[in-house]
């Protein structure tokens, strides 16, 4: 066998393309339902009630508290929640549209700086898309 190739001054990726997507492009925040809406509002009310009554506040006892309320909520608040949730999934798809326009543009620009990387061949400059 013959000597080992030298391959310490090697870069394993360019940094411009070891970039993540969720690095470059910012997170869309999750749609949220009617009840997360109202547990976020009613959570802590719930609690100080429950303190109030010397009742056990743990994660499970709160939680279902909460969603006992939230279940017996007349049909008119409930209808608020409703449409609060039916507007977050309105912004929820359309966030998720314009990331996903961006991140289709990010990627077209990357694949045609790729195309345009002049490669030495036998001497002479050739683009890659010539070898195509």
Known sequence: MGKKEDRSGWVAVEPEFAETG???????????????????????????????RGMDVSVGNLTRAVSERFKSLDPVKRALYDDRAREDASRFARESHMRNIAVMGRQERMRQERNEIIQVSHGGRTSRSAHR
């Open 22 to 52: 969720a690095s470059v492009m910012p997170a869309v925040k999750a749609k949220s339902s009617a009840f997360l809406i109202f547990q976020r509002e009613m959570t802590s009310v719930v609690r100080d009630e429950m303190l109030v």
